[in-house]
T-cell receptor, first 109, second 112 residues
Framework: EDQVTQSPEALRLQEGESSSLNCSYT??????LFWYRQDPGKGPEFLFT???AGEEKEKERLKATLTKKESFLHITAPKPEDSATYLC??????????FGPGTRLSVLP | DSGVTQTPKHLITATGQRVTLRCSPR?????VYWYQQSLDQGLQFLIQ???????AKGNILERFSAQQFPDLHSELNLSSLELGDSALYFC???????????FGQGTRLTVV
């Protein structure tokens, strides 16, 4: 059974204080790892797709990387508007699309 | 706006009742996914359809069922509702089976 874990569960940063979020996965044949951002009461917003180890994607202050067992979401010089829950998801060859529990990020001004 | 439309946005119903949630995917997307998110809980994968056919099933209760119609919209039917079924129900769609999925804004179901 696919498993996705994320750490830390919650993270508080000062504005401008860079950090990384971790997503570890166990999957029977990876067909993609996905990062989403979710604000309270809203639907998840797509950020990145990664397909193979060594791949990196970047968008504004966010950068996602992928290894064979985990992915990192690096946040550089975050701003208060980056506060949200960040979700990692994996798709396997059986088409299951499983999400991790998320990391709640708070960026304080 | 993701392009995925879910209706209704809010639904309040009594225990034992049956409800239908509707999802219109983004134009051109063939896959539809349904998720349940209870208060302060993660997204629980329920079921996936691709071009009208069921392709993957997660932790979906027997009281729940779904289908995808020829015009690609999908419906999630929840019956014999219990208090614990109160949650946000999200629909997502993707063009192919291995590409990113885009989520609707959800239907908030409250069972009283």
């Amino acid at each position: 059974e696919d498993q996705v874990t994320q750490s830390p569960e919650a993270l508080r940063l000062q504005e401008g204080e860079s950090s990384s979020l971790n997503c570890s996965y166990t999957v029977s044949g990876l067909r993609g790892l996905f990062w989403y951002r979710q604000d309270p009461g809203k639907g998840p917003e797509f950020l990145f797709t990664l397909y193979s180890a060594g791949e990196e994607k970047e968008k504004e202050r966010l950068k996602a990387t992928l290894t064979k067992k985990e992915s990192f979401l690096h946040i550089t010089a975050p701003k208060p508007e980056d506060s949200a829950t960040y979700l990692c998801a994996v798709r396997d060859y059986g088409q299951n699309f499983v999400f991790g529990p998320g990391t709640r990020l708070s960026v304080l001004p | 706006d993701s392009g995925v439309t879910q209706t209704p946005k809010h639904l309040i119903t009594a225990t034992g009742q049956r409800v239908t949630l509707r999802c219109s995917p983004r134009s051109g997307d063939l896959s539809v996914y349904w998720y349940q998110q209870s208060l302060d809980q993660g997204l629980q994968f329920l079921i996936q359809y691709y071009n009208g056919e069921e392709r993957a099933k997660g932790n979906i209760l027997e009281r729940f069922s779904a289908q995808q119609f020829p015009d690609l919209h999908s419906e999630l039917n929840l019956s014999s509702l219990e208090l614990g079924d109160s949650a946000l129900y999200f629909c997502a769609s993707s063009m192919w089976q291995n590409t990113e999925a885009f989520f609707g804004q959800g239907t908030r179901l409250t069972v009283v």
